[in-house]
């Protein structure tokens, strides 16, 4: 085997399913019912025309989406290496272009993870979300533009809070009705709260682990990348947030847009932090936004994020039906397909409705009995009335990770076993379950072994620790590459396949090379409050080098009236609103736009100052000290091997 001048394993390619994958596959096959294809019906139904091969590019020519590469999932049986269930979910995501929901409501689907939802009213069009990209955004209304006809946007309606649903706002939208403000933008209450503070604090990790989740340095092939669940794939372009103008507080919440009526449902802490459905009278049609979809949604995504509620997701789908149940004659959400008929739209709801709470009453009965989360992820079944329905099947979410989130909500990660409560690190254990297992070459013996009798999981858990111990050790690493190969094949899970396969791919190539970490838009920090901006300085804060410092800052903002006061004293960073300190060792006096300027790298502190943007009062030395505390946090870092630097 060649070596790469790293230690990797430079020639390892992927490998063929194992005999015990196929079985599994086989086995799917049998009890699935694959025969059921209206699905597809519903995934082609109001076809008006496409892009080809939804190519998306920006404006300097970079491709930012496209599904060309995905052209293998043609191939109607799926591979062994991929499980059936998910190859036929992925080959409905391959729908695209722009569909007729009902006459007058319409939807791009196809170009983004997401959809883009556009209501006719009586002189221009609502648009329903925005894609994640301006540049998918942009081309997604020359679409419908072009086969309806120009017209004037009317408003933007933002479902929730999710990036894939905002993120292209600047391309429906231009410069010129943003500054004349007559286009409502209208999103959910707590809104920009969530939109902005979501992915800020834990950010650095959180897009780490994203690519284990989404797994975009995957290949495209049946033995690498093909589905997210949701969709495709994340788009590559460019984001910007929009302010909201228009809050919807509470459900039954009512606005008349363009001549059309809104009815709106609040769903808070279901799919997203701030998220709400609407029916449409004129149309008779239901938009659940992202919480009644084509599969189990995520209640934990691999990313992170604060567990989703799966109590009150269900109660909001009850509530929905008690709302608009036998008045929708179509239903459409914000990823997937539409679906059609008072009965199957009701029915549908009901399944997901009692999907979410089947998860959560039978987790929580489960824990009351003492089992731990990896216990109830082991005994839960799924009733076979909703075991058997696609919509229900785990493609982003899975019954066996979701219950590990309900059991988080409300016990935590600690399972109450002493044993788990202060465990050695990764490398520290592993060293010592290489040396309980009679060392390196016996532990792979064993097994290979049970590689060969199909035994993935418990597989990649020993070997996973001679990795640790020994990250240099080749057979070990290609080993676990080849155990996680095998489990991601096996997986229905598009998470569970993406995470599988991007660890098997680190273990043979290293992590990927990524340029260096881009700054904050300026657009993003001046949706920041200013005490985010502080909360965000401190988790930057290296404790360890601030040992014994005291540092106090007075700072004002002239375009805002804002005064704070920051500390940093016991290592820790703190803020207080409204006052000023008489002892403070400096002091600053400029506008909030100008911080604004300096965080996103688009001028410096002292330029600013010489310029006349910033008073200085005191000893601005004390605020370089203060910021020569602050970590860069690294764009990637070592998930499936130990860390090669040391982070005191």
């Not at 609502?126 to 419908?144: K, P, Q, W």
């Not at 657009?523 to 040992?547: F, H, I, Y």
Request: charged content about 20%.
């Amino acid at each position: 085997m060649s070596q790469s001048p790293a230690g990797l394993l430079s020639n390892e390619t992927p490998k063929e399913a194992s005999s015990a994958v196929v079985a599994q596959h086989q086995a799917m096959l049998k009890a699935l019912p694959f025969e059921d294809t209206a699905d597809f019906d519903d995934a082609s139904r109001g076809f008006l025309g496409t892009i080809e091969n939804a190519k998306v590019t920006s404006s300097q020519g970079r491709v930012v989406w496209s599904l060309e590469p995905y052209g293998f999932l043609s191939d109607a049986e799926a591979p062994a290496t991929v499980n059936p269930s998910l190859w036929r979910q992925a080959q409905l995501n391959m729908q695209h272009g722009l569909f007729e929901v009902v006459p007058g409501v319409y939807q791009v689907r196809g170009l983004d993870i997401a959809n883009m939802t556009l209501i006719e009213g009586d002189t221009g069009v609502i648009v329903v979300d925005t894609l994640t990209s301006i540049e998918g955004a942009r081309a997604a209304m020359e679409l419908y533009f072009k086969h309806r006809g120009l017209r004037p946007v009317a408003a933007v309606i933002f479902s929730h809070t999710h990036t894939d649903h905002w993120g292209g706002a600047r391309g429906v939208l231009d410069e010129d009705v943003l500054a004349s403000s007559k286009v409502p933008i209208i999103a959910p209450n707590q809104f920009m709260e969530h939109a902005v503070s979501e992915n800020i604090i834990a950010g650095p990790a959180m897009l780490r682990r994203a690519q284990y989740q989404f797994g975009p340095f995957l290949a495209k092939g049946p033995r690498g990348h093909v589905d997210c669940g949701l969709g495709k794939s994340m788009a590559a372009g460019a984001v910007a947030l929009l302010r909201p103008t228009d809050l919807i507080l509470a459900t039954g919440d009512k606005r008349v847009i363009d001549g059309v009526e809104f009815e709106f449902q609040m769903a808070p802490n279901s799919e997203a932090p701030a998220e709400m459905h609407f029916y449409l009278a004129r149309y008779k049609l239901l938009n659940l936004a992202e919480n009644c979809t084509h599969n189990f949604h995520n209640l934990l995504p691999f990313r992170g994020a604060d567990v989703r509620d799966a109590l009150a997701w269900s109660k909001y789908l009850n509530e929905a039906l008690h709302l608009w149940g036998g008045r929708a004659e179509a239903m459409c959400g914000q990823h997937h397909w539409p679906v059609w008929g008072r009965e199957r739209i009701d029915t549908m709801i009901r399944a997901q409705r009692d999907l979410y709470k089947f998860a959560h009453d039978q987790t929580i009965r489960l824990m009351n009995h003492g089992l731990t989360a990896t216990e109830i992820a082991e005994t839960i079944r799924l009733p076979q009335s909703l075991e058997g329905a696609w919509h229900g099947r785990g493609y982003y979410g899975h019954i066996r990770h979701n219950v590990k989130a309900i059991y988080q909500k409300y016990l935590g990660w600690y399972d109450a076993n002493p044993i788990n409560l202060d465990p050695l690190p990764p490398v520290e254990g592993g060293k010592k379950y290489v040396e309980y297992m009679g060392g390196a070459e016996v532990l792979l013996e064993r097994a290979r072994a049970d590689f060969a009798k199909g035994q993935f999981r418990f597989v990649a858990q020993a070997v996973s620790h001679l990795v640790f111990a020994d990250p240099d050790n080749q057979a070990a690493r290609a080993l676990l590459a080849d155990t996680f190969e095998q489990l991601g094949y096996a997986a229905e899970s598009s998470t569970w396949r993406n995470a599988y396969l991007f660890g098997a791919q680190e273990l043979r190539q290293g992590m990927p090379k990524t340029p260096p970490r881009a700054p904050m838009s300026r657009e993003t920090l001046a949706a920041l409050r200013t005490e985010q901006l502080w909360d965000v300085l401190g988790v930057r804060l290296n404790g360890p080098k601030a040992e014994g410092k005291h540092i106090v800052l007075n700072w004002k903002f002239s375009d805002t009236d804002e005064e704070f006061v920051l500390t940093l004293e016991n290592c820790a960073l703190t803020y207080g609103e409204g006052v000023q300190s008489p002892a403070a060792d400096a002091g600053f006096v400029l506008a909030r736009a100008t911080l604004d300027e300096v965080i996103a790298k688009q001028t410096s502190f002292p330029e600013a100052v010489a310029a006349g943007k910033i008073e200085v009062r005191g000893n601005p030395m004390r605020l370089a000290e203060l910021m020569g505390l602050m970590d860069e946090f690294p764009r990637i870092f070592e998930i499936v091997e130990p860390k090669r630097t040391v982070v005191a």
